[in-house]
């Protein structure tokens, strides 16, 4: 029902104040298929993480991104930008580049209905997730000045909670440390089980603490050195 619901968006006359009632561009979300082991649990985290952000912005009035295994845009849009040519050089993120240059508040909504959901498989292996991932933020570097910003904020901010905690913890100030860390875990808690439950995975919030650590580590061991390198991807693989 992929191709019926997103049909039916494009002509959404129902949809919130926050959100375009004429789109051009529509976004919608790709989880990753359920497997056991830590890697499936992590991917599929990560992924509702970055849906959390390009649907939140999108509401917002500022989409910056769409995930190409679940996105739409109007041909009429796509002549009017020249395609994929600003981004011929690129192996991968041409998709979502015509996005971050094309999508504004006026042109852009999100689709989720849950039969519109795309799922694929995830990685097997540790050595091909960051190949994937190598991949898929390579882009963001050409993404808009502001876009790279808000996102910079935010990595930073999660990222700081945990290291400056970290301290913290080992100069002898647990209390002070756990209460920080709950301050900010429980309204953490129940927003990701919201969101866990609309994007139908609900089972990943036992995991959450932990996973939302990982994301600490992931912002600040990770990204940084492929941002950097981007422009060493030459090949898909």
Not at 47 to 59: I, P
Not at 196 to 207: A, C, D, S
Request: charge should be positive; glycine fraction near 8%.
């Amino acid at each position: 029902h992929w191709l019926d619901g997103l049909a039916g968006a494009f002509g959404i006359s129902d949809a919130p104040p926050t959100q375009c009632t004429n789109p051009e561009i529509l976004l919608g979300y790709a989880p990753y298929r359920p497997a056991p082991g830590l890697l499936n649990r992590w991917i599929r985290f990560e992924t509702v993480q970055t849906a959390m952000q390009y649907l939140s912005f999108a509401r917002m009035g500022q989409p910056y991104m769409g995930v190409g295994r679940n996105l739409a845009w109007r041909k009429a849009l796509f002549g009017r930008v020249g395609g994929f040519a600003a981004h011929a050089d690129l192996p991968s993120g041409d998709d979502d580049l015509l996005v971050n240059a094309a999508a504004h508040a006026g042109n852009t909504a999100i689709c989720l209905f849950p039969s519109t959901f795309v799922y694929s498989e995830g990685e097997k292996t540790w050595r091909a997730w960051l190949r994937q991932k190598r991949r898929h933020l390579s882009a963001g570097t050409r993404y808009r000045p502001q876009h790279q910003a808000f996102l910079g904020i935010l990595a930073l901010s999660h990222t700081l909670h945990y290291f400056l905690l970290t301290p913290l913890w080992f100069a002898g100030f647990g209390t002070i440390c756990v209460s920080c860390w709950a301050v900010r875990m429980a309204p953490a808690f129940l927003i990701h089980w919201k969101i866990l439950r609309q994007f139908r995975e609900e089972r990943l919030i036992l995991w959450f603490p932990l996973l939302d650590a990982l994301l600490a580590l992931y912002y600040a061991a990770f990204v940084p050195p492929v941002l950097i390198r981007s422009n060493s991807l030459i090949s898909w693989k």
